[in-house]
């Protein structure tokens, strides 16, 4: 699994409408994208939910490298380009992917938890440390799904998950709508540890 996500920072008057429109008349386009697990197209709108900022930052789990590769070199990514410029894409390795009670359902929110693992920290302890976390908040009311990555280039792990309704109001870090989710190979997710 490989973890994905570009945030597209938009001003702070503009009309979030436009971005609205831009998933109902296109989010369809990657529901049967192969080597796609998931795509979240998420949405911050500057002063709800604690947002500072206007932003779209869809979210990827991809189940192959081959699946990302076709997106990124191809018209998919393209569109994006050119609407918005080249956003810097952000990635990390997948360790663990666990689907919630909510799974059957369609999420309506999201939330992503970035921590760096410090120089003088073990991150093998630490990773161990976030994937038991991460399977004791599987069971949460509400939760779809929940992804656990990490980027060893800057040393950062990465939590995402995905609620059916609302985020619960103890779970820290930047927080999403979700206007839609493309499933193409959701079943196909290692459920788990990712080694």
């Not at 992917?97 to 760096?116: D, I």
């Amino acid at each position: 699994m490989h973890a994905m996500q570009y945030e597209i920072t938009l001003p702070a008057d503009y009309d979030m409408g436009i971005i609205h429109q831009r998933v109902a008349r296109r989010g369809h386009l990657l529901d049967d994208f192969a080597g796609l697990g998931l795509k979240a197209y998420c949405v911050r709108e500057r002063g709800v939910d604690g947002s500072p900022v206007n932003q779209y930052a869809p979210f990827y789990l991809w189940t192959a490298p081959e699946g990302m590769n076709r997106f990124l070199w191809g018209p998919g990514f393209g569109g994006i380009r050119e609407d918005f410029g080249r956003p810097v894409v952000q990635h990390w390795t997948g360790l663990g992917f666990h689907r919630g009670p909510a799974w059957g359902g369609t999420p309506r929110a999201a939330a992503r938890q970035a921590v760096p693992v410090s120089a003088d920290a073990d991150p093998a302890r630490l990773v161990e440390e976030a994937l038991n976390a991460q399977a004791k908040q599987s069971d949460s009311d509400g939760l779809h799904s929940s992804a656990l990555a990490v980027d060893p280039r800057t040393w950062e792990l990465l939590h995402f998950t995905l609620w059916a309704e609302t985020i619960p109001d103890d779970l820290a870090g930047a927080r999403y709508a979700v206007h839609h989710l493309s499933t193409p190979e959701a079943d196909t997710l290692a459920v788990g540890r990712h080694w």
